[in-house]
Nanobody
Framework: QVQLVESGGGLVQPGGSLRLSCAAS????????IGWFRQAPGKEREGVSC????????SYTDSVKGRFTISRDNAKNTVYLQMNSLKPEDTAVYYC???????????WGQGTQVTVSS
């Protein structure tokens, strides 16, 4: 069964850090670009970061540049999102998704809640 499972979310104070994990089962992540997305209450889903399948190039939305880092460990079939200097506006459900050769994300995880609050 093809599955993506996110973990690592939780409640953290402003300025704190969390590391999200996106673990794949039923397929190999190595051949896929992986994106992290988030959706806050009442807002549309937005792309946060992406890492390519080939050279591992990365991209970030402007609001997280310099604070978030995406990485992949193909041996563990897992992609990570290290989030530092968290702000209340980072509060959202975070999802990972896998994109194959096309432009569509084929597989999605169930999401993990990140809450930044004092």
């Amino acid at each position: 069964q093809v599955q993506l499972v996110e973990s690592g979310g939780g409640l953290v104070q402003p300025g704190g850090s969390l590391r999200l994990s996106c673990a794949a089962s039923g397929f190999t992540l190595e051949g896929y670009a992986i994106g992290w997305f988030r959706q806050a209450p009442g807002k549309e889903r937005e792309g946060v970061s992406c890492i390519s399948s080939g050279d591992g190039s990365t991209s970030y939305t402007d609001s997280v540049k310099g604070r978030f880092t995406i990485s992949r460990d193909n041996a563990k079939n897992t992609v990570y999102l290290q989030m530092n200097s968290l702000k209340p506006e980072d509060t959202a459900v975070y999802y990972c998704a896998a994109r194959g050769v096309g432009s569509t994300y084929d597989y999605w995880g169930q999401g993990t809640q990140v809450t930044v609050s004092s």
